[in-house]
């Protein structure tokens, strides 16, 4: 499969699995990770998915150049008809983690800025290196790689295609982790499962009230995360949550 996904624990783990072409994304894999994202999206036992590649080489490295089909219509009716590609189904409120186990290129690199949490390999390299093959970083690249880091730095990648190592995407917030490569699986696996053992409606509140707070003004964005609250204190899980304090016990959230 050039995508594998494995379900435990409440925590969809999805690994890109074309070691040998680093990961890269061709016609199979896109139409893989689209199912896939639906599943994680809706089913209700997945509380939050984990992002990786294959080995220790590559998390991705955007679309298979030599496996890329020529165009059978025009542009138009593509996008008119389908919108963007690949990002649109990484669309949801339960949160992504890219475990990112080394190269994050061109569209690799884009996927990884669509999760919400990022923590990488000490061998992982970083860049949107679109312009040396004659195509623009179109998964949104350069709209939240600027956001994403000082823009400056951005702009360097952007503009020259040149990579940054897993040290200074640490250091310009690209990253919040760098790890040994043998220690990244379980880096990931132990937020994975702190984000799961949390209550699911509040996780995904909270990540909305982010995500969309990004793009009001400050006092919408206040006002918003306030009816949010408001949504989360009538549900079951908050009951069991407050109570399970009392009672020094582990809650047991079932998402109501
Ligand atoms: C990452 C590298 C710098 C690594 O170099 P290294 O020397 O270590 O390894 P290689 O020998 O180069 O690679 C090993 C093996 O893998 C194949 N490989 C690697 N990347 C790709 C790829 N993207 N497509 C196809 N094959 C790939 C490589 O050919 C080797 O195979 P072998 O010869 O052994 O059979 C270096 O690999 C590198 O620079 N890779 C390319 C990175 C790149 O330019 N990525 C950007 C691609 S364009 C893109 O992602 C786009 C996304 C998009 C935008 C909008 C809408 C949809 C998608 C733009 C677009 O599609 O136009």
Wanted: net charge negative.
């Amino acid at each position: 499969m050039p995508v594998m996904l494995e379900i435990s624990n409440h925590v969809a783990y999805v690994t890109l699995n074309r070691p040998e072409a680093m990961n890269s994304l061709d016609p199979e894999s896109t139409a893989d990770l689209t199912e896939i994202w639906a599943r994680v999206r809706t089913d209700p036992d997945i509380r939050v998915a984990v992002l990786t590649g294959a080995g220790e080489k590559a998390f991705c490295t955007g679309t298979d150049m030599k496996k890329a089909p020529p165009p059978t219509e025009c542009m138009a009716a593509t996008y008119l008809r389908d919108g963007q590609p690949i990002l649109p189904h990484m669309k949801m409120w339960k949160p992504i983690i890219a475990a990112i186990n080394g190269y994050a290129v061109g569209g690799g690199l884009e996927m990884a800025l669509a999760c919400d949490l990022r923590i990488a390999s000490s061998n992982a390299k970083f860049g949107l290196t679109e312009v040396k093959v004659a195509s623009l970083a179109g998964l949104n690249g350069t709209q939240v790689l600027p956001r994403a880091m000082p823009q400056a730095v951005a702009m360097k990648m952007l503009l020259t295609g040149e990579m940054i190592s897993a040290d200074e995407a640490l250091r310009y917030g690209l990253v919040s982790d760098v790890v040994e490569p043998s220690g990244l699986a379980d880096l990931a696996k132990s937020y994975a499962e702190k984000i799961a053992s949390a209550a699911p409606l509040s996780v995904q509140a909270a990540k909305q009230a982010a995500v969309l707070g990004q793009d009001m003004p400050l006092e919408h964005g206040i006002l918003f995360s306030h009816l949010l609250w408001g949504v989360l204190r009538d549900t079951e899980d908050r009951k069991e949550g407050f109570k399970a304090f009392g009672e020094r016990r582990a809650p047991e959230f079932r998402g109501a």
